[in-house]
Nanobody, 115 residues
Framework: QVQLVESGGGLVQPGGSLRLSCAASGSIFRINTMGWYRQAPGKQRELVALVSSGGSTRYADSAKGRFTISRANAKSTVYLQMSSLKPEDTAVYYC?????????WGQGTQVTVSS
């Protein structure tokens, strides 16, 4: 059974930084795309950033220039470094991985940006 476990969320002031991590465990023999999504209260879940198996990245316009996605395949882990955080970044952040040809989601980690 494959599981994703996220960490790194919390409360941060506007302009601050956070680093999210998501580690996969279980029987993993193929890792494809990894990504981060978020869902704010009353809104639909939206893409934040993706990183392909080849290292190509894609960002939502709201994340460009402020967030950086990276991956460590040996650790089956994806990271999201977030800087210059704004109150509108407040949401539950979910990691997503395509592993062994299947789609997996983490349980979500709350990020709150507030003074």
């Amino acid at each position: 059974q494959v599981q994703l476990v996220e960490s790194g969320g919390g409360l941060v002031q506007p302009g601050g930084s956070l680093r999210l991590s998501c580690a996969a465990s279980g029987s993993i023999f193929r890792i494809n795309t990894m990504g981060w999504y978020r869902q704010a209260p009353g809104k639909q879940r939206e893409l934040v950033a993706l990183v392909s198996s080849g290292g190509s990245t894609r960002y939502a316009d709201s994340a460009k220039g402020r967030f950086t996605i990276s991956r460590a395949n040996a650790k089956s882990t994806v990271y999201l470094q977030m800087s210059s955080l704004k109150p509108e970044d407040t949401a539950v952040y979910y990691c997503n991985m395509v592993l062994n040809g299947n789609d997996y989601w983490g349980q979500g980690t709350q990020v709150t940006v507030s003074s």
